[in-house]
Structure formats: structure tokens, C-alpha cells
């Protein structure tokens, strides 16, 4: 069984920074990309970056050159490292990892719990 915990959400003035982190426990097979996503009220689910297991990056134009996607294979653990935050970054921020559970099963996809980031002054 997999889970995906986040920490480092929390609330932050504009302008300040704040770095997200994502762990993997459990049992799996191989972790593929992991990324971040988030979710104003009243608004769907948006990608904020990915990573690949190789280190490929891509992100979300509104983030482009505040944000910093990083992993570490090692402890299984995804960073999102958010600089120049604005209000308008306010909302739940998701983990997501592809995973394959096992030799046998098929990739799918799993999610954190989310935690807060609040831009305000």
C-alpha cells in the first residue's frame, strides 16, 4: 500500500517563500513522475510542475521562474520549492505520484492529502 504525505504548507506574506515536501511510504514496484497540483476554492485541480524519475521538468506558466520542482530518489521524496509568492497561489496544493504497485499491476496514479498555502498580508 502506497501513501503520499505532504508537509510545509502553511500561510506566508507576498513576496515570501515557502517549500513543499512529499513522501512516499509503502510498497511499490517503481515510482515514475510525481508532481504538484492545487485547488483554489470554487476552481478545479491545476498542475503547478512535475518531474520525471530521470529529472525532466515542466510547469504551469503562471509558476515558470517562482517555482522549483526537485526529488530525491533516494527517500522516495518530491520538493516544491515556491519563491515570489503571490495571492492569487492560495489554495490546497496536491502530491501526485505515477506508480506501479507490483511486477504484476498497472501504473496508476496517487495522491496526497493536500495541505494549505495561504498568500496574505
Known amino acids: 500500500q502506497v501513501q503520499l504525505v505532504e508537509s510545509g504548507g502553511g500561510l506566508v506574506q507576498p513576496g515570501g517563500s515557502l517549500r513543499l515536501s512529499c513522501a512516499a511510504s509503502?510498497?511499490?514496484?517503481?515510482?515514475?513522475?510525481m508532481g504538484w497540483y492545487r485547488q483554489a476554492p470554487g476552481k478545479q485541480r491545476d498542475l503547478v510542475a512535475t518531474?520525471?524519475?530521470?529529472?525532466?521538468?515542466n510547469y504551469a506558466d503562471s509558476v515558470k521562474g517562482r517555482f522549483t520542482i526537485s526529488r530525491d530518489n533516494a527517500k522516495n521524496t518530491v520538493y516544491l520549492q515556491m519563491n515570489s509568492l503571490k495571492p492569487e497561489d492560495t489554495a490546497v496544493y496536491y502530491c501526485?505520484?505515477?506508480?506501479?504497485?507490483?511486477?504484476?499491476?498497472?501504473?496508476?496514479?496517487?495522491w496526497g492529502q493536500g495541505t494549505q498555502v495561504t498568500v496574505s498580508s
Open positions: 501526485n505520484a505515477d506508480i506501479r504497485p507490483s511486477l504484476v499491476s498497472g501504473r496508476g496514479d496517487y
Open positions: 518531474i520525471t524519475s530521470g529529472g525532466a521538468t
Open positions: 509503502g510498497s511499490w514496484f517503481s515510482i515514475y513522475a
